[in-house]
């Protein structure tokens, strides 16, 4: 993160903000989307934090932690969209009529529901460290940071999130076994 950026911006600066926001809103409603599991409550999310992040900005004492502040506010954010009631709506994505299939066909397809059905039945708190770990790339005594918890328990809960996928695909892969040996 550019520390000259982060400094304009805390002093006002509208488009010094506008390219802070530019260079982290995808990766923002990358992680929120992985975080809610929903593509409307992620595009809350994220919005909900870049307004968080341009109203306390100024009171960020040190511009040099922009990253880990930025990112707690973002963890806040998804949890509180994830509070909220909201009518279940489909994600529905328009694909190509007769466009080249991608990747290994329908074996991707069915490990990516595996996959998606694993990371569905984990609790928030789980999937926000994985998450944060995993797909952002974060280290863990930075995930500790950002989410304000000890590490030790930054380390438990990756721990018992991947540990509770790894039953979840074992319990998707046991009826598929059994109808095979039929």
Known sequence: M??????RAQRGDRSAFALLA??????????????????????DA????????WRDLPQLRDPARFDAWSYRLLVRACYAEGQ????????LHVLPVDGPAVGGGLDDVIARDQLERAI???SVDHRTVLVLHHYADIPLD??????????????SRLHHAMRAMRAAL???ER???REASR
Do not use: K, M
Not at 2 to 7: G, I, K, S
Not at 46 to 53: D, E, K, P, T, W
Not at 84 to 91: K, L
């Open 22 to 43: 530019a260079g982290i809103a995808t990766r923002f409603l990358g992680v929120s989307r992985r975080i809610l599991r929903d593509i409307d409550l992620a595009e």
């Open 170 to 172: 074992d319990a998707d």
């Open 46 to 53: 994220s919005q909900r934090a870049l307004v968080s992040i």
């Open 2 to 7: 550019d520390l000259e950026l982060v400094e």
């Open 84 to 91: 909220r009631s909201r009518r279940w709506a489909p994600n």
């Open 175 to 177: 009826p598929a076994a």
């Open 120 to 122: 569905q039945r984990l």
């Open 142 to 155: 930075r995930v500790a940071q950002i989410l304000e918890i000890p590490v030790g328990t930054a380390y």
